[in-house]
C-alpha cells in the first residue's frame, strides 16, 4: 500500500511561502510540516473548491477505505452502519469546505 504524507493537509497561509521573485507561492502542507506541492504564484493556484478537494483527499480515502473494510467484513449493523455515515458526512463537509 503507498501511504501519502501525514494528514491533515492544509494550504498555507497568505505570505508563508513566496515564488523567487517574491510573489505568494500556494502550497499544499503536510501535517509534518513538509510541503506537498507549491504553486508558482496565486495566479496558479486551485480555486477555493478545488483546494478544499485536495486538502480533503487523505480523508475522503479514509472514509471509502473504512466503510469498503466493514463492507467486506459483513459488519453493516446499526451502529456500525452509524459510524460510517457520520465518517462520510465529516469526510464530504471536508471536501466541500465546511470544517
Not at 504524507?5 to 510540516?33: H, M, V, Y
Not at 480555486?47 to 472514509?63: D, M, R, Y
Not at 469498503?68 to 466541500?96: C, F, N, S, T
Request: net charge negative; hydrophobic share 35%.
Amino acid at each position: 500500500m503507498k501511504h501519502h504524507p501525514p494528514i491533515p493537509w492544509r494550504w498555507s497561509e497568505k505570505g508563508e511561502f513566496r515564488t523567487q521573485d517574491g510573489r505568494n507561492s500556494p502550497s499544499l502542507i503536510a501535517a509534518n510540516g513538509y510541503g506537498i506541492l507549491s504553486c508558482d504564484g496565486d495566479e496558479n493556484g486551485p480555486s477555493e473548491a478545488n483546494g478544499c478537494l485536495i486538502v480533503a483527499t487523505p480523508t475522503l480515502l479514509k472514509a471509502l477505505q473504512e466503510v469498503a473494510a466493514g463492507r467486506l467484513a459483513g459488519e453493516w449493523q446499526d451502529d456500525y452502519h452509524d459510524r460510517m455515515v457520520a465518517l462520510a458526512r465529516a469526510a464530504i463537509a471536508k471536501a466541500e469546505g465546511e470544517s
